[in-house]
């Protein structure tokens, strides 16, 4: 195992500066500072950091909130010869409407083959060079998209460095593709002057196999 790399955590924005075509900021927030580990097994989803300049403080500790219009969580696996599909990617998203805007955030973790993994929680640490890397490394991308008043926003991120964890997975060595159950894990990552740390217990809505 790498030894885990020291990140700084993500400087919260000062709310009376927000501009939602620059910054995205959940209501009746209560964590002042980015977390430093999984937030645990009751569904959440925490995203902090500064990325090309958009502030993003999401705090959502109650999946039913009335800005969200949809949470879309996948697993991805591999069509092979045999009967068997390797296990390598996670992918979540949110849409969710703050300020009157309409705002589409998701994020993935991928690797060779999570059932390879030997138990969870699994430590990773986060690399570009392979999009499905082996072992403790993983890779991670970063997206997010609105549009309002002329101003269009659309930015997909990769060549990320730091640590991950995959903390909770219904799925974890299970025979066959599966979209239900839960997955929770832990994002802290950096990109040159950029931060992303996501904390997430989300509920998996599909599955998909490609070839």
Do not use: C
Not at 15 to 22: E, G
Not at 71 to 98: C, H, M, N, S
Not at 114 to 135: R, T
Not at 162 to 182: W, Y
């Amino acid at each position: 195992m790498r030894a885990p790399l020291f990140l700084a955590l993500a400087a919260l924005p000062t709310l009376a500066a927000a501009d939602p075509l620059v910054d995205t900021i959940t209501p009746n927030n209560t964590l002042t500072e980015a977390p430093s580990a999984w937030l645990g097994d009751t569904p959440h989803l925490v995203m902090m950091g500064t990325t090309v300049g958009h502030t993003f403080d999401v705090q959502i500790m109650d999946l039913d909130m009335a800005e969200i219009h949809e949470i879309e969580v996948k697993r991805e696996y591999l069509l092979t010869d045999t009967d068997y599909a390797p296990y390598q990617e996670w992918d979540f998203g949110i849409k969710i409407v703050l300020d009157g805007m309409d705002k589409s955030i998701e994020g993935k973790l991928t690797h060779a083959d999570f059932n390879d993994l030997e138990a969870l929680p699994a430590s990773f640490n986060i690399q570009s060079a392979e999009e499905y890397p082996e072992g403790d490394l993983i890779f991670t991308e970063f997206e997010y998209e609105w549009e309002a008043e002329g101003i269009s926003v659309n930015e997909e991120l990769a060549e990320w460095s730091g640590t991950a964890t995959m903390n909770l997975d219904g799925s974890f060595k299970a025979d066959t593709p599966n979209g239900d159950g839960m997955i929770g894990g832990y994002i802290n990552a950096v990109r040159g002057g950029d931060t992303i740390v996501i904390s997430f217990t989300l509920p998996v809505t599909e599955f998909e196999v490609e070839d």
